[in-house]
């Protein structure tokens, strides 16, 4: 149990120490400069990563599922009587399908295993749905979560250059979601609430389309 505590109070003082720093430097997502510092902590206090994470996993994993019901908070500050319902669902359907099809033909093409070639097919959303899903397909739970935070990392970073010169922010919040979820929400938040709040309606209906009709399809295409 102290060890648990202890693990949770490094991250929390990696969290508090990163913050400042991620607030001068947007484009740094807050997750990498918090993992920077993580790694520091423990070198310092010479504790291996295996025991901090082997203490901590099972409580974050548990509060994940919290974090993502949380997310109705902000769907229900939205205005949904302004919002272009045949573009917006143009734009779920082709963002989901494609982010599955996509890293999974690479995978394909590239002669990976056929679980790993699952675990990309989980791209599409953020990490609770996720393990949910990787489970139903028997892909690596680990990998699958590298794949998610990996993706989530890096569309959060490259978003200032690509979003630059989009000025609608209900735009920038929705790709936000869409393409890095929980990081990318947490980025758009940075550049406003209307943004903040369309990035998590985009991840958040990007989850449930996707955990829907993924199993779905591969089942009936025999994979898995």
């Known amino acids: 149990m102290l060890s648990t505590i202890i693990g949770i109070l490094i991250t929390l003082c990696a969290y508090l120490m990163a913050k400042p720093i991620s607030q001068k430097m947007p ?18 206090l010479g504790i291996p990563y295996k025991h901090y994470i082997a203490e901590v996993n099972t409580v974050f994993n548990h509060l994940l599922g919290y974090v993502t019901v949380a997310l109705a908070i902000p769907l229900a500050a939205m205005r949904y009587d302004d919002l272009p319902i045949k573009s917006v669902v143009g734009i779920l359907v ?9 890293p999974m033909s690479l995978a394909y093409l590239l002669h990976m295993s056929e679980p790993t070639i699952m675990a990309f097919a989980t791209r ?5 749905i996720a393990i949910n899903i990787a489970e139903l397909l028997h892909s690596p739970v680990s990998l699958v979560i590298l794949i998610v935070i990996l993706s989530g990392v890096i569309g959060a970073a490259f978003s200032p ?26 980025q758009a938040w940075q550049r406003g609430p209307v943004a903040g709040r369309y990035a998590a309606f985009g991840m958040a209906v990007n989850a449930i389309f996707t955990a829907i009709w993924l199993p779905l399809f591969i089942h009936f295409v025999g994979f898995g």
């Open 94 to 102: 082709f963002a989901s399908i494609s982010a599955v099809a996509l």
């Open 27 to 44: 484009q740094i997502p807050l997750i990498v400069v918090s993992m920077f510092f993580v790694i520091g902590l423990l070198a310092l």
């Open 161 to 186: 250059l690509i979003l630059k010169h989009i000025n609608d922010e209900r735009a920038s919040g929705l790709a936000l979601g869409l393409a890095a979820h929980a990081i990318g929400t947490a």
């Open 124 to 128: 599409a959303v953020t990490t609770p």
